[in-house]
């Protein structure tokens, strides 16, 4: 176990942990005693984002006291409590390191799978390192079903590919956390935006444990939520559910016509029954395709709101190595256009 200078140098840490905490009282003793030992045997500079989402209860006093003799304790407090993700993101747009690790500070995410990650990330040379959930025998029925149907819907809507079995316990390079952090987007799902990316990754298995103590702070109303902004995050297929209605309508109203002229032509009918179905239905088709059209174009703003950069540059043999490019692709530079333009005229095909 190679000790670690202890001092609050200023060096930038090679590794930085996130830890989200929202009223984690009960579980932040047993979560430090068993994660500094981990952290001080990786023979690597660290700090750990310890995120205080807004904590009610003696979270923000116990961080300090450990802070006293912690130096790599680093505490961000944030004003209110701003959610699960929100409180992620506040962690990695601090976060020094060249490589970043988030985990929950339950201990469900045991942190002796740092070490794997870590290597698996100088070893490999890849960006992400995702871990994932090897047996989820832990979980309630209803939380594996509704999660499989979840990833089932981000898939079938997004045509992307997330792991079902991997959270938000996961390491990051340097390049992928500025990439993250340029999105702009709110309510941005991490578990998704980092595969969208696409940057190279590979997977560490790991056994999810129990909550060590305390209780869940994910209520049913807030899976709902995460689940909403997954899917709006993602794809703008709900919109389009008005233009298809439209067109089921269309094709109903023709057929409600066929049916009403027929039934005239039998002179079954009372008087005005004809004209009046026919309107209805062709009304209503008129309607929902308008409410279509209008989505689409919601849509589209909704997209160029959310600014996704078009590409990350990676290398530029002109520029020769990357600056600090020491720790290989971790300072993979993230040059990122957010300006249309540019982008069109180097893609031009893309316009
Ligand atoms: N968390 C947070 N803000 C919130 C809710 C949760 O920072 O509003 C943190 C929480 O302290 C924990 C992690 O997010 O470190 C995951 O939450 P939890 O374990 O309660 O979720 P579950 O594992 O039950 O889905
Ligand atoms: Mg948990």
Known sequence: MSAIPQTPSPRVPELSIVV???????????????????LDGLGAAY?????????GDSTPAILQRYGRQWTQLRVVRLRANAGHQAAISAGLARARGSYVVTLD????????????????????????????????SLDSAFKRLSARAFYWLIRKLSGMHAHTDAGDFRLMSRATVDAVNVLPEHGR?????????????TRVGYRREERAAGRSKYPLSKMVRLSLDSVTGFSIAPLRVATWLGVLGGV?????????????AFGQVAPGWTSTVVAVAAMGAVQLLCLGILGEYV????????????????????EGSLPGSGSG????????????HARAARHPEGA
């Open 189 to 201: 799902v991490l578990r998704f935006v980092v595969p969208a990316l696409g940057f190279p990754s």
């Open 252 to 264: 109903a109203a023709l057929a409600v016509l066929v049916f009403a002229l027929v039934a005239r």
């Open 105 to 136: 500070a339950d201990l469900q995410d045991p942190p002796e799978v740092i070490a794997p990650m870590l290597d698996a990330a100088r070893d490999q040379q890849v960006d992400v390192v995702y871990g994932v959930r090897e047996d989820r």
């Open 20 to 38: 989200p905490m929202y009223n984690e009282e009960a579980v932040l003793p047993l979560f430090v005693d068993r994660l500094r030992p981990v």
């Open 329 to 340: 692709l971790a300072s993979a530079a993230s040059e990122v256009t957010r300006d249309g």
């Open 299 to 318: 849509g589209r703003t909704y997209s160029a709101l959310q600014a996704r950069p078009a590409y990350f540059v990676a290398y530029d043999s002109l």
């Open 47 to 55: 700090e750990v984002l310890a995120v205080d989402d807004g904590s």
